[in-house]
T-cell receptor
Framework: EAGVVQSPRYKIIEKKQPVAFWCNPI?????LYWYLQNLGQGPELLIR????????DSQLPKDRFSAERLKGVDSTLKIQPAELGDSAVYLC?????????????????FGPGTRLTVL | SQQGEEDPQALSIQEGENATMNCSYK?????LQWYRQNSGRGLVHLIL?????REKHSGRLRVTLDTSKKSSSLLITASRAADTASYFC????????????FGQGTILTVHP
């Protein structure tokens, strides 16, 4: 079974330029997550999708970040314009069908991430 | 914000020794999960322990959970050089509506 696929793996851009990341979750996983991971830190959730609906985007800086998940499968995360502080690893994860009763989450399956460097 | 705090921040041991990492958290949880991240890679799920469980095993991994102290530990027995990675605890807080919160991780180095 293929894992979560992300592209590109690395991206170097100058500040104020736009950038987009793509994620293809594991087949059949209806929940998709975008995380930001700064160096030496754990991942922080940016947005979570249930199928094509963004059910939690409270941590997404909406002035410059946007995301979409058309048809409830692939997803893209965009930054426009990028700032120096956006340099980080952007991780995509997915999880399978609804968790068991009484639980919020099963395990999440992560992609390799996209390392963004903003110069 | 990150709910979990992990201790130690870095751990260096010899191959064959045991490694213990601790995680403390602040709010009541549904479950707690441990993930491993190799350098430059994504996170890999290791084990999930539910709030009504106290101990769980998976191969060389042993996880304990003390909800009264809001803490968990991950023990890796008979460590190998391939265990070198960062280890993160992630909590699923009650009423978080599915938001998983990660700690800042423990960097484990196992010397051959």
């Amino acid at each position: 079974e293929a894992g979560v696929v992300q592209s590109p793996r690395y991206k170097i851009i100058e500040k104020k330029q736009p950038v987009a990341f793509w994620c293809n979750p594991i087949s059949g996983h209806n929940t998709l997550y975008w995380y930001l991971q700064n160096l030496g830190q754990g991942p922080e959730l940016l947005i979570r999708y249930e199928n094509e609906e963004a059910v939690d985007d409270s941590q997404l800086p909406k002035d410059r970040f946007s995301a979409e998940r058309l048809k409830g499968v692939d997803s893209t995360l965009k930054i426009q314009p990028a700032e120096l502080g956006d340099s980080a690893v952007y991780l995509c994860a997915s999880s399978p069908l609804r968790p068991e009763p009484g639980q919020s989450y099963n395990e999440q399956f992560f992609g390799p991430g996209t390392r963004l460097t903003v110069l | 914000s990150q709910q979990g705090e992990e201790d130690p921040q870095a751990l260096s041991i010899q191959e064959g020794e045991n490694a213990t990492m601790n995680c403390s958290y602040k709010t009541s949880i549904n479950n707690l999960q441990w993930y491993r991240q190799n350098s430059g890679r994504g996170l890999v799920h290791l084990i999930l322990i539910r709030s009504n469980e106290r101990e769980k095993h998976s191969g060389r991994l042993r996880v304990t959970l003390d909800t009264s102290k809001k803490s968990s530990s991950l023990l890796i027995t008979a460590s190998r050089a391939a265990d070198t990675a960062s280890y993160f605890c992630a909590t699923d807080p009650i009423r978080s509506y599915g938001k998983l919160t990660f700690g800042q991780g423990t960097i484990l180095t196992v010397h051959p």
